[in-house]
């Protein structure tokens, strides 16, 4: 039944139908590893895509872009086979992306990375990625800020507490209190926060009122090659990535690191 799960062997390119019979068979064989039961705990499978945008094409129509529920009924008749008994309702979701977030199951000649989520007791054990936040200029009231995985928004600005103009309290976690050192001034009470992106397993951050023109700024220096990339948006979050340093009014600077 599954002989359209034939490894290509040689070094021509898959076309589209070849590239989505290993793609499924890269699926099947993680799903048959939820046997006893456990299939019934899968509420998400998240599929993501890095290719070149001469491979776009290929990937889009080998995953039914058009028409995404087709893909996911692929999936769906190979779990029926095996009795997986996965849940109704079960999601599977389709993200082209730069980098591969952390945690993902890769497959080595697929372009693709494969994350599943449970509901209830978990499905396949999820990677316990932690960050950590390093003060390398600047005066925080820590030295490294620890962050696990699935915490909520975390509040980077100037002053662990700010009274809104509304009257209420916005909670810094990673703060840089005026006395501590002059420069602080320059930092916005509310200047920018880290958020965890279930989605995409990856931490996000996120410039805040304070942190955007025409006010101070925030900034990323990329560890990959250096670049420097200014959040000019408080509703497009920028994927960190290990070595990354965060930058707020070019007087603090904050390196960030991730574990598993």
């Not at 099947?28 to 939820?34: A, G, S």
């Not at 776009?56 to 058009?66: C, D, G, N």
């Not at 209190?177 to 001034?185: D, I, L, T, V, W």
Request: glycine residues 8%; aromatic residues 8%.
């Amino acid at each position: 039944m599954f002989d359209f799960f034939k490894k290509n062997k040689g070094n021509t390119p898959l076309d589209a139908k070849g590239l989505r019979d290993e793609i499924l068979q890269f699926i099947k064989e993680e799903l048959q590893q939820l046997d006893g039961g456990e299939g019934k705990y899968l509420k998400a499978l998240t599929l993501f895509v890095r290719v070149k945008a001469e491979e776009l094409f290929s990937y889009e129509t080998a995953l039914y872009s058009a028409a995404p529920e087709k893909f996911q009924e692929e999936v769906q008749r190979i779990a029926d086979n095996f009795a997986l008994d996965l849940p109704e309702g079960w999601k599977l979701t389709v993200l082209y992306v730069d980098e591969f977030p952390e945690g993902v199951i890769l497959r080595a000649q697929l372009k693709v990375g494969l994350v599943l989520k449970g509901s209830g007791s978990p499905v396949v054990a999820e990677s316990a990625l932690t960050a950590s936040l390093k003060v390398i200029t600047g005066r925080a009231e820590q030295e490294v800020y620890v962050i696990e995985a699935g915490t909520g928004r975390v509040n980077i600005g100037r002053e662990s507490s700010v009274q809104g103009s509304d009257g209420s309290f916005r909670i810094n976690t990673i703060a840089f209190p005026a006395e501590a050192q002059e420069s602080n001034k320059y930092i916005s009470r509310q200047h920018a926060h880290l958020e965890w992106d279930q989605q995409q397993a990856c931490f996000k951050l996120y410039a805040d009122e304070g942190g955007v023109p025409p006010g101070n700024k925030t900034k990323v220096r990329a560890a990959k090659d250096e670049t420097t990339h200014k959040l000019n948006s408080t509703q497009i979050g920028y994927t960190l990535k290990q070595g990354d340093q965060v930058i707020l009014a070019d007087v603090a600077v904050l390196e960030f690191t991730i574990s598993s």
